[in-house]
Every structure is written in structure tokens, then in C-alpha cells.
């Protein structure tokens, strides 16, 4: 395990010198899902007894959320990639503005916190560099199922009237496929007295993962991964032993597109294929071969051309790897068209990758990409999570040594990225300069 840094300080300075040029071979291990393992930990608040996780990656967020849950009394164990969660007595109290405010998933425990408690006490979650991501459909839809819900100072204060401390069992109409409000509904309607429906509900494979976890513990949960959700509500939750975190399928993703641009062929696995069809059919349009043998994919890269993308709600094309996807197109063969339709400023790697020599030329959400022939090393800086990681991909194929910094993002969502990398014959050093 890279000594990450332990400190946002730290990381500030951290620096990925990535040597670029390098033939890749090998498998590329593919960690727990993030975006699933986060959400699954909030599920904990939901029941008195144990639930214990498998599969966790190792990661910043996952220490980050670590905290929140103790800081709400959640008793938490950690064990390599086992993680057990205990919110046998809750403290009920508020979990720090600070904490929240960097880890978004953290304000989806409103949900089980309300479910569980009757009352919760949460900061709202900033907006971020890639957009203002507002939290209306959480607030909508808890208003929906009986809470009574008011923003203040920053802070959602929710509280369910009456004496039985329930919610109840309501229909709730999303405006949008939101994930996080889907996954913060769902959580709160499976202790509700009654029936409730999500309509129009995200149908990402995190969502599934959720519901699959819930209805382990003792919900009744039907028709996850798919636009409408049944939730019949139960008196309580038991724990769990052992549920197996879903396969990262944007850290997948990024792993393919890393072999697609330094033209490498690789196995990556574990994959759930079904997760990522979007973005194979995607790499298969570009000129790469993809073999499906269960879990594990083998890309083989040919020549590669610039096709167009626009990123949607699963099962489309996922805005989490938009960057990585124009990373590759910097340097395939014709011009490609990429829309970013899901955050409304997701294109800050545009004028990182410009650095390095890319030609894109931005017109509102959209960046259209001329391939050249070779990008050229340049210090560069990650400006989100999968930013940072578009960045690390171009500096694997420019010619030079391209020093990547913003690794505070990358940290975030990437398991030891730079060992993984080097295990296939990348040169990717982690320095402080
Ligand atoms: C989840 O965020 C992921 N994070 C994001 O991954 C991912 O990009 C996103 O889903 C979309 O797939 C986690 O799961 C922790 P949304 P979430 O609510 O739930 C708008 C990464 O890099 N919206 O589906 O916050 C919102 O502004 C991160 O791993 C409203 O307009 O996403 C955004 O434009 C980044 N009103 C779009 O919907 C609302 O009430 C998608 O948001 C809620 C959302």
C-alpha cells in the first residue's frame, strides 16, 4: 500500500511523475466499487446489529465516511478489505460540516438516519467544481414520505411528526434519474410504515447493489436497476456477514482506456460486463478488440479512431468517464465530438490536456477533440477525481515525463493506482516536490 498522504497538506504537494511512451502488460486488478461501498456503509445506520462488508476498496473516502459513522456511533472495524459497521446505539448527533462537505455520499445517511432515529441533523453538501449538485429530490421525496424538512445555516434538519417516530409509505415522482436520491429514498422507505414507489429512479448498478444489501438485511425491496422501485416497509433490519462490494466499474473503464491509449493489449478483472456495455461498445467503435471471458476482459487495441460521446444515466455512457474517454480521443485518428450532459462544468481537463498538447476546441458543454499524433509531457494539475485521472492516462502515452498534481482527488477514487500501473510495466512514481 502507497503511504498516501495522510493530510489534505500533504497531498497538496504530492506529486505522480508518469513516464510516458512505456508498453503495458499484464492484468489490471480491479478494486470494490467507491460509489457502491460508500453507500452501502451508510446502510449500517439502518439496523442495530452488525453489517459487514467485503470487497471495500482502500481509499480516502472510505476514511472519510469511516469517521462520519463514528461520529454519529457507529461502531466501525477494518480488517484489509473487510469492514464492519455496529449502529447499535446512535449519538444522534450532527456529523461535522467539514466531513460532509468533501464526501457527498455522506449526506445520503440522512436517509437511513431519518428511517432509523425519526429525526437526523445533516449539512448540506457543498456544490463542487463539477457542478452545483443540489440535493432537491432528497429533500422532495423525504417531504413526500411524512418528514417535515427544513434548510437552514446550511444545515437539513428532517423530523417525522407523531409519537411513532415512522415514516410512511409514500409514491415519489423523481424530475430527475437522480443516484444519490434514489439511494437516500430507498433507504428511508424500507423502515416506513406502508408501501412507497420511487418513479423515474436511477438505474445505476450502485442502486442494485444498495437494494441487494437491503433486502439481505431484511427489506423488501423490488425492482432496483430499473425506473421503478417497490419498497415494502418492515419494522426492523437484521445485520450481515460478508456482502461483497460490486466491482468498480469506472475504475474498470479507466484500467481499459489506459490500455487503449499506449495501444497495450490487457486483461481487466474482475469486471461485471453488463456494468460497462456503453462504454465496451464505445472502445470496440474506436478500434479495440474486446473479449469477454466471464469477469475478465481482454482489450486489444488497434488503430485507434475518434468516435463521439455523450454522457447519460446508466445504462448510457457515464460522465465518470468522460475525462478518461478524452484522454484516449486526444491522440485516436480523425476528430470526435464529446458531450458532457450530466454536470454542467465537467470539462476543466480541456485546458490540462491543451498543455500537453491536445487540440480541443470547447463550444458550451461540448469539446470537440482533434487526435494528433503524440501528446508531449507537461506538468499538469487533476482537477476532480476522474480528471486526475484522465491526466495520469495522457502522461502513460506522451512522450516525456508528465507530472501529475490534484492528488487528493485521485486518491479519493483510485486503490493504489500507480502500484497497479507498475505492475504491468508503467513507470508512475509518487513524489513530494
Ligand atoms: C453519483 O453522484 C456519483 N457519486 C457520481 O460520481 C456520479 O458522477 C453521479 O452519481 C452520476 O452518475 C456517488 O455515488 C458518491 P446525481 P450523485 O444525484 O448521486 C443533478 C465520482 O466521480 N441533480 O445522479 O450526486 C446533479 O446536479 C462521482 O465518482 C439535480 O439536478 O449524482 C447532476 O447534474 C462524481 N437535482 C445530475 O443530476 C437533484 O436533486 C446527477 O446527479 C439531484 C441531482
Redesign the pocket.
Known sequence: MVAVAQTSQESLKQRLNVSGGRDLSGTLKVSGA??SA??LMTASLLSAETVELSNVPALTDIDGMTAILESLGVHVDRISDRIRLTASTLSGSTPPYELVNSL??SFFSIGPLLGRLGHARVPLPGGCR?????????IRGLKALGAVVNVEHGIVTASVPGSRKRLTGAQIVL???????T?TLLMAAVLADGVSTIENA?H?P?VQDLANLLNTMGARVRGAGGPLITIEGVEQLHGCSNYPVIPDR?EAGTFLMAAAITRSTMVVEPVIPEHLSAVIQKLRDCGCSIDINGRAITITPGVVTAVDITTQ??PGF???LQAPFMALMCTAKGTSVISEK???NRLQHVAELQRMGASIRLEGSTAIVEGVAQLSAAPVTGT???AAAAMVLAGLSAKGTTQVSGLKHLDR?YDDLEHKLNAVGAEVKRNIS
Open positions: 467507491k460509489n460508500l453507500v457527498r455520499a463539477i457542478g452545483a449538485r443540489p440535493v432537491v429530490e432528497h424530475d430527475c434519474p437522480s443516484v444519490g436520491a439511494e436511477a445505476e450502485e469506472i444515466p446508466f457515464p460522465t465518470d450530466i454536470y454542467e476532480d477525481l476522474r477514487g
